[in-house]
Every structure is written in C-alpha cells, then in structure tokens.
C-alpha cells in the first residue's frame, strides 16, 4: 500500500502541476485504533505555481482521489492556511498525524510552529462536542452497535474533555487520550474494546455497552456545561500571510 500510495501523489502532482507540500495518514490509522480492513485516509496540502494565484477568480481548491480502501483528499496552501487560522480541527489533525507518506519542504515544521497560536478552545470544542452528540444519538439507538461507532464517540468525547481541562490542542494518538478516564472499569472496558478492534472488520457489531455509553453520556453533559467558559480566540492573519507568500515563492523540488 505504501507504494501505491506514493504512485498516487506522484500521479497527482503531475496531472494538476502541483507541488505536494506533506501528506500524511488521518482517520483511525493515525488515531491508534485500527481494523484489519481499515481504509487509508490519505491528506494532503499543495502548491500551485505562483501565477495560479494571481486571478480574479478563484479556482478549485480541493484534489481528490477515492478507490476501494484509499482515499486522498488534498487542500490548496491557501484554502489550508484560511482553515486553520478557523480552528479547523481536520488541520491539526493532520499536522499531528505521526504518519508521514511525503515531505518535500519545510512548511509542515513552520506551520506546527504557529498552529498553537491558531486554536481555539471555545471553537475546537464546538467541534468536537458536536461529533460525539451525534456518535451517541447513533450508538444509543442500536441494540448491536458498530464498534467503530463506540471508538468515534469515545475519542471525541475525550477530545472534549481534554480541551475543557487543559485549554488546548488534544492529542492526536487515542491512548494519549486513556489518563482522561478515571473511572477503573470504563478504562478496563475501552482497553478491552481496543484488543477486540484490532481482530475484527470495520463492519463488526458488538453488543450494547450501555454502563459505557451513559459514562460517556456523563462526560458531555459535563463539557456542555463548561462551554461558555471557554474565550473565544483568534490568531493574527499577518503570519499565515507570510507563510503563504515564502511557500509559493520557493524554487520548487
């Protein structure tokens, strides 16, 4: 699959006359938890030339590429630098991700530089907070739950929870997430669950947790409650800028 996926991005970079600045793994693969089928979510940030630039318009800033279990999905450098500056958690993601497939300059290390600076709280919450209401409104209405289901609604909810407690950016890897849970049977259960996710396919069901989803039911509530705590934040534009002008400025690789 490494392989295939280093075609691909070459593909790429030669059918839109991109420079692929970093990709790197997303989804369940980087989050420490995957299935034996498991797909690879590729992500990616590129460059134009810096003539692309320079229209009034605005072209497509978005390359995707979806076959059976690889999915890749790249964001333009300026298009990524906008969400950021937003919170965009998808961006911190992938920036955190400990899977790298390409690096061709040094962007990625400037950009993990300034991301701090570009987080919010209140916003990152909001996001996180959101996804794990609708992963528990799905798990609480099946009787065999997939188990995915169970590991997308736990890591949200713990993102919340750390961002709550510790005013900043979540850690990417999910075990980073386990100190979180103080209660001694629900993190016996998820290490249980862990062990169980590893040997099955994506589209396995297990049986309902229900002691499981009303501690995590517990944990929202409390985030719900702290949200307005939280100030609302944004970094300066001028520095992203100037990210944006060396980046498609440079001689490219």
């Not at 955190?96 to 950009?111: K, M």
């Not at 798990?139 to 709550?164: G, H, M, N, P």
């Not at 209660?183 to 290490?191: A, G, P, S, V």
Request: charged fraction near 25%.
């Amino acid at each position: 699959m490494q392989e295939l996926i280093q075609q691909k991005l070459s593909e790429i970079e030669k059918q839109y006359g991109v420079q692929i600045l970093f990709a790197s793994e997303t989804g369940s693969r980087a989050w420490g938890f995957p299935s034996p089928d498991s797909d690879y979510d590729v992500r990616f940030i590129y460059r134009h030339t810096c003539h692309w630039y320079l229209s009034i318009d605005e072209p497509r800033d978005t390359i995707e590429y979806l076959s059976s279990d690889l999915d890749l999905v790249g964001w333009d450098i300026r298009k990524s630098l906008r969400l950021l500056r937003k919170t965009n958690a998808a961006m911190f993601e992938r920036l955190a991700s400990p899977i790298l497939y390409r690096q061709q300059t040094d962007f990625r290390e400037r950009l993990l530089a300034l991301a701090p600076a570009y987080f919010s709280c209140r916003a990152g919450l909001h996001h996180y907070l959101s996804m794990a209401h609708n992963y528990y409104t799905a798990c609480e209405a099946e009787d065999q739950v997939k188990l995915k289901s169970y590991f997308y609604l736990l890591r949200t909810a713990l993102c919340s929870l750390w961002i709550v407690e510790q005013q900043g950016v979540p850690p990417l890897q999910f075990r980073e997430l386990l100190p979180l849970v103080k209660d001694q049977r629900m993190r016996d259960k998820t290490e249980e669950l862990l062990v169980l996710k590893a040997q099955v396919d994506e589209s396995y069901r297990h049986p309902k947790e229900t002691e499981l989803e009303l501690y995590l039911k517990g944990i929202l509530h409390y985030c719900d409650n702290r949200a307005n705590d939280l100030e609302k934040h944004q970094g300066e534009t001028e520095p992203l800028n100037e990210l944006f002008r060396k980046t498609i400025a440079s001689t490219w690789h």
